[in-house]
């Protein structure tokens, strides 16, 4: 395990939320990556923040659709569903955590802050999981100041935003048909210990061109997306 004083642990959960924690037993479970429990052969429980990170996620999703909604109330569909996608890609979210200074606090296994793949995904997870945190200890409308304030109010530029391309799907289709190519998936959902994980292949013309797993099927999709993009030398 690595860097988060315990005794510190609500100081600097209110340095970086402006929240007093209550329930702190949940702030640490939001950030207790799940490497950390193939360390420790006696968390009988194995405790991480996997099911936080499931439960922010969502969180998440409903107030940014709120906030857009009343935000822009002239725009249609479309453009909400798109300008979501653009806050809560991975690359957005790993922002926000870093900005957070979320990954400095966390247990995890050591070897994982020489990944810088890893670490951005970390990164981004822990931040929902902390939402989920949030949630738990003091209620919606708590997390939803803490995501419209001071995630969105401090550190997200949307009108940089609207005029940014991050959706990896969207630029991959775009792609796919001025090539030709034909996109399609498979999708198994396999029963791990901590849960179900969806597996997901991002195929082109028939055969498979990448393939990621994610507790969330949509966050499966989007980092085969990203991967695909990548590879291809596509602007994201």
Same mark, same amino acid.
């Given at each position: 395990?690595?860097?988060?004083s315990?005794?510190g642990?609500?100081?600097?959960?209110?340095?970086?939320?402006?929240? &007093?924690?209550?329930?702190?037993?949940? #702030?640490?479970? $939001?950030?207790r %990556?799940?490497?950390?429990?193939?360390?420790?052969?006696?968390?009988?429980?194995? +405790?991480?923040?996997?099911r936080?990170?499931?439960l922010?996620?969502?969180?998440?999703?409903? +107030?940014i659709a709120?906030?857009?909604?009343?935000?822009y109330?002239?725009?249609?569909? @479309?453009f *909400? !569903?798109e300008m979501r996608?653009?806050? +809560?890609? &991975?690359?957005?979210?790993? #922002?926000?955590?870093?900005?957070? @200074?979320? +990954?400095?606090l966390?247990?995890?296994?050591p070897?994982?802050?020489?990944n810088?793949? $890893?670490?951005?995904?970390?990164?981004?997870?822990?931040l929902?999981?902390?939402? @989920? $945190?949030?949630? *738990?200890?003091?209620?919606?409308?708590?997390?939803?100041?803490?995501?419209?304030? &001071?995630?969105?109010?401090? #550190?997200?530029?949307?009108?940089?935003?609207?005029? !940014?391309?991050?959706?990896?799907?969207?630029s991959?289709?775009?792609?796919?048909?001025?090539?030709?190519?034909?996109?399609?998936w498979? %999708?198994?959902?396999?029963?791990?210990?901590?849960g179900?994980? %969806?597996?997901?292949? *991002?195929?082109?013309?028939?055969?498979? #061109?990448?393939?990621?797993?994610?507790?969330?099927?949509?966050k499966?999709?989007?980092?085969?997306c990203?991967?695909?993009?990548?590879?291809l @030398?596509?602007?994201?």
């Open positions: 395990m690595i860097f988060r315990k005794k642990l609500p100081e600097n959960i209110y340095r970086i939320t402006g929240i &007093r924690p209550g329930r702190i037993a949940i #702030y640490r479970e $939001a950030l %990556h799940s490497s950390v429990n193939d360390l420790e052969a006696v968390n009988v429980n194995n +405790v991480d923040n996997e936080l990170e499931f922010g996620d969502a969180i998440l999703d409903a +107030v709120e906030f857009l909604f009343l935000k109330p002239k725009q249609r569909e @479309g *909400l !569903t996608t653009r806050i +809560v890609n &991975r690359d957005q979210m790993s #922002y926000l955590s870093e900005r957070l @200074g979320l +990954v400095q966390m247990d995890i296994k070897e994982l802050f020489k810088n793949v $890893a670490i951005k995904t970390i990164g981004s997870n822990a929902e999981a902390l939402i @989920g $945190a949030i949630y *738990l200890d003091k209620g919606y409308k708590v997390a939803r100041k803490f995501i419209s304030r &001071r995630l969105i109010g401090q #550190y997200l530029d949307l009108d940089k935003l609207m005029n !940014t391309t991050v959706s990896y799907k969207a991959l289709l775009k792609w796919a048909q001025q090539n030709r190519r034909k996109i399609t498979e %999708h198994e959902t396999k029963i791990e210990e901590r179900e994980v %969806h597996v997901l292949s *991002l195929l082109m013309d028939g055969d498979i #061109y990448v393939t990621d797993s994610n507790r969330s099927r949509k499966a999709e989007e980092l085969c990203e991967k695909a993009c990548r590879m @030398g596509i602007a994201g």
